[in-house]
């Protein structure tokens, strides 16, 4: 038996399998192109077309960033324009309130100069229930004048009372009935006009439909005035024939 040698050089079989991979890469590479070229494909053609499109979607994406702009811009602008013409009518609404106020002030003061019933004198010229906050709770004003030409003192006393239903039946409610401190009457003295204010609760259940104020005037050849206004109140002045009220003058 006879033993032979030979050299071994690993590396070189390595080397060999890359150059022969980087041939089989090379001829691959080789026959794409051939084909790409074949079929009419123009890759510097193919390049101009890409930069063409690259540069299209940056301006579009520009044109995009921009119109993003407008539109927060116009949405400000239409948010501004909307707080400016909710507050417009806001100021609309308090001016129309200032003047609904200013008419009843002017009616109020001209009944106290020139009013058509001049020659009674004592004159209840309104009464006003609103709500006041509290539970079956009202706040009620009664305004009193005289016409101005009138240099004497007007004083006296005034009551009201409140008809309605309490469980189905029909009850009258002194005012004695509906304030805490138990006020039988109010006491009145004045020139020109006084106003008389206060707090009145309703009990549970009880509906009111009808307001009856009287007052007593002191003093000679004056006469009581009964006044009777349906419910709900809203402030009135006493020119005859405006109000849904019934009136009797009796003797003190």
């Known amino acids: 038996m006879s033993l032979v040698v030979k050299p071994h050089h690993p590396w070189r079989t390595r080397l060999l399998t890359l150059l022969i991979s980087l041939a089989l890469l090379l001829a691959s590479w080789s026959l794409f192109e051939y084909?790409?070229?074949?079929?009419?494909?123009?890759?510097?053609?193919?390049?101009?077309?890409?930069?063409?499109?690259?540069?299209k979607k940056s301006e579009l994406e520009d044109s995009i960033s921009q119109l993003r702009a407008e539109k927060a811009i116009l949405e400000r602008a239409s948010q501004i324009e909307r707080q400016a013409y909710g507050e417009?009518?806001?100021t609309l609404r308090?001016?129309?309130?200032?003047?609904?106020?200013?008419?009843?002030?002017?009616?109020?003061?001209?009944?106290?100069?020139?009013?058509?019933?001049?020659?009674?004198?004592?004159?209840?010229?309104?009464?006003?229930?609103?709500?006041?906050?509290q539970p079956n709770g009202y706040r009620y004003k009664i305004i009193l004048t005289q016409v101005l030409k009138n240099d004497r003192v007007a004083y006296g006393r005034l009551s009201f009372s409140v008809e309605g239903t309490l469980n189905g039946t029909s009850t009258t409610l002194r005012l004695s009935q509906l304030?805490?401190?138990?006020?039988?009457?109010?006491?009145?003295?004045?020139?020109?006009?006084?106003?008389?204010?206060?707090?009145?609760?309703l009990p549970e259940g009880f509906q009111p439909?009808?307001?009856?104020?009287?007052?007593?005037?002191?003093?000679?050849?004056?006469?009581?005035?009964?006044?009777?206004?349906?419910?709900?109140?809203?402030?009135?002045?006493?020119?005859?024939?405006?109000?849904?009220?019934?009136?009797?003058?009796?003797?003190?």
């Open 94 to 133: 308090q001016l129309q309130a200032e003047i609904l106020e200013l008419n009843g002030e002017l009616a109020f003061y001209r009944g106290i100069v020139s009013p058509r019933d001049a020659a009674r004198g004592l004159r209840l010229q309104s009464i006003n229930m609103e709500v006041n906050g």
């Open 209 to 252: 439909m009808r307001v009856r104020v009287k007052v007593f005037p002191r003093g000679r050849n004056q006469d009581e005035i009964v006044k009777t206004i349906n419910w709900p109140i809203k402030e009135t002045t006493t020119d005859v024939g405006k109000q849904e009220e019934t009136e009797t003058n009796s003797a003190n």
């Open 179 to 201: 304030t805490e401190k138990s006020v039988k009457e109010l006491n009145y003295r004045f020139k020109y006009f006084q106003s008389l204010e206060g707090n009145i609760q």
């Open 35 to 55: 084909g790409r070229f074949s079929a009419g494909y123009d890759s510097s053609e193919a390049d101009q077309i890409q930069n063409v499109w690259e540069d």
């Open 88 to 90: 417009l009518d806001e």
